[in-house]
């Protein structure tokens, strides 16, 4: 079983930043990550695809409406993933949950049902 812990989250005004983190660990075992992912779900709304890395050679994949604000990035030696969050609007207010695909895609999926472990969220709040 792998345990993701997500941080970072917090309310910014419209135009600020955040950088999200992701700790990944497993208990008394070894773990194999393929790609890491950022969704998000808003109230009311579908969980949606934010970012994802591919945990080796750092390939990456980006919901268009993150393009150009947003990085993902990735340290391995700490098993951490972060996200980095600039030029933040209000839409962008949900809350952000990372997760583990254990199998080797190549770009890092953007579907969530191919995500197998899930960490329990942070709050990003944007205010106007």
């Known amino acids: 079983q792998v345990q993701l812990v997500e941080s970072g989250g917090g309310l910014v005004q419209t135009g600020g930043s955040l950088r999200l983190s992701c700790a990944a660990s497993?208990?008394?075992?070894?773990?194999?990550?393929?790609?890491m992912g950022w969704f998000r779900q808003a109230p009311g709304k579908e969980r949606e695809f934010v970012a994802a890395?591919?945990?080796?050679?750092?390939?990456?994949n980006y919901a268009d409406s993150v393009k150009g604000r947003f990085t993902i990035s990735a340290d391995r030696f700490k098993n951490t993933m972060y996200l980095q969050m600039n030029g933040l609007k209000p839409e962008d207010t949900a809350i952000y949950y990372c997760?583990?695909?254990?199998?080797?895609?190549?770009?890092?999926?953007?579907?969530?049902?191919?995500?197998?472990?899930w960490g329990q969220g942070t709050q990003v709040t944007v205010s106007s």
């Open positions: 497993a208990s008394g075992r070894t773990f194999n990550i393929y790609s």
């Open positions: 997760a583990v695909d254990k199998e080797p895609r190549r770009p890092p999926s953007m579907a969530p049902g191919t995500y197998d472990y």
């Open positions: 890395i591919n945990w080796s050679g750092g390939l990456t």
